[in-house]
């Protein structure tokens, strides 16, 4: 009697042990409000719309609320190329307002494309690039919010190669984002495996570097002029489904259900109208952008859309 006593008390704190890391794990799960920040990769949205289609998908419930304020040319470094037709944004000049208005209580954020600005490696650099990550989770974590840092992509120089001037190499005069230091994807592994050592102390670190270079790999075994970014940059939807995986199977979602394509649609028209607000509801200094909706009314714009989606993902929970 007395044995299955500790039995059964050894199971219960197995069974809690197990239901508490489940739970840390899965924290971006149970949030209310998710923020996610970063430069044009993040401003693109796909990812991000692929990650809301597999939430509603998989019945996530209740549903997180996701805002998308990503903002082409940012950097969490400070730092510009000296060509750059304009300063690029900083994302600490709108943070505080953004962690204001937006209140998440899970903030994921993507950096680190921009932030070499596209020159070979340099200490100093780096510096400005760690000087700027811890920040931001210092500033998350000051707003009461957790943070999910993810590795910068790679930079694929592929589909740049024999194109004159589009790729440098190393001594070259200076470097911009149209003329890329040749082995710029050398300076992005050496940020992403920073990031993954998780120096900043940010709630959860994710892996999206490898991932999609791995991918990358399969694929020209097949085909050797496979490319998902023609830039070397900017990926399109097959790169940012990789990403979202990615991110689902840090969080706890290892499955994948393929969305419908008017669901898909659906679901990146709403993230588009709500991005383009929030973008101007909480301001930025980057030149050139459309303004948004007011919030309200990108707001009301959402719900609508909402009715269309809803008989589109299986019932709640």
Not at 59 to 81: A, H, K, R
Not at 209 to 225: A, M, T, V, Y
Request: aromatic share 8%; charged share 25%; net charge neutral.
């Amino acid at each position: 009697m007395m044995m299955k006593k500790y039995m059964c008390l050894a199971l219960l704190v197995i069974c809690f042990a197990f239901s508490h890391a489940l739970g840390d794990d899965a924290f971006p799960l149970k949030a209310k409000r998710v923020l996610f920040l970063g430069d044009s990769i993040t401003n693109a949205g796909h990812y991000v719309s692929d990650i809301e289609t597999q939430l509603r998908l998989q019945v996530i419930s209740p549903l997180p609320e996701i805002i998308n304020i990503g903002l082409s040319s940012e950097t969490c470094s400070g730092l510009s190329e000296p060509d750059h037709p304009f300063p690029r944004p900083d994302v600490h000049e709108r943070l505080d307002r953004a962690l204001d208005k937006a209140r998440p209580d899970v903030v994921v954020a993507c950096y680190g494309m921009n932030d070499g600005i596209y020159y070979p490696f340099s200490e100093e650099r780096f510096a400005a690039y760690k000087a700027g990550v811890r920040k931001l989770v210092n500033k998350v974590h000051t707003s009461g919010a957790k943070i999910v840092l993810m590795t910068p992509p790679p930079f694929d120089p592929s589909p740049l190669k024999g194109k004159e001037g589009k790729l440098l190499p190393a001594g070259a005069e200076k470097y911009a984002w149209f003329a890329i230091y040749e082995n710029y994807d050398d300076v992005i592994q050496r940020y992403a495996e920073w990031v993954m050592q998780n120096d900043a102390g940010a709630d959860m670190v994710v892996n999206v570097h490898q991932p999609i270079s791995d991918f990358l790999k399969e694929q020209r075994e097949r085909d050797p002029g496979f490319s998902m970014a023609n830039d070397g940059v900017h990926m399109d939807a097959r790169g940012h489904r990789v990403m979202a995986k990615a991110i689902l199977n840090a969080w706890g979602l290892d499955s994948w259900k393929e969305p419908s394509p008017e669901l898909q649609k659906l679901v990146q028209q709403r993230e588009r109208v709500l991005h383009a607000a929030w973008l101007s509801h909480i301001g930025h200094k980057r030149p050139g952008v459309k303004e948004g909706l007011p919030l309200a009314d990108a707001v009301a714009n959402a719900a609508e859309l909402d009715a269309k989606i809803t008989p589109l993902v299986p019932a709640g929970k």
